[in-house]
């Protein structure tokens, strides 16, 4: 566990700003997550298998390079990182 101290001059409270601060991030990152899967479904229609099984199989050479499996696979791992990250936000807990 990580533990975070924020400290301020105002008298104003932080906590009401940095709890906006955190769900205006994660619904940046939910609006991501939802652009890379719509993405990924549209590789997975176009080529009829999903998309782990087209990295399991990109990941063992069985395709030939090109730009577009390049970016399949791109916004594959891009979607891996902003899962990662959302889990993280959500996982946030304020201590006062």
Do not use: C
């Not at 400290?7 to 609006?31: C, D, G, I, W, Y």
């Not at 479904?41 to 298998?49: D, H, K, Q």
């Not at 902003?82 to 946030?92: F, P, R, S, Y």
């Amino acid at each position: 566990m990580e533990q975070l101290t924020l400290v301020s001059n105002h008298t104003r409270s932080l906590k009401p700003l940095v709890e906006a601060a955190l769900q205006n991030e994660l619904r940046l990152l939910q609006a991501g997550i939802q652009r890379s899967e719509q993405k990924l479904r549209t590789w997975e229609a176009r080529y009829g298998f999903p998309t782990s099984e087209f990295v399991h199989r990109y990941e063992n050479d069985q395709f030939e390079e090109t730009l577009e499996f390049a970016e399949w696979i791109g916004e594959h791992r891009l979607l891996a990182r902003l899962l990662e990250k959302a889990q993280i936000l959500q996982e946030v807990k304020f201590a006062n």
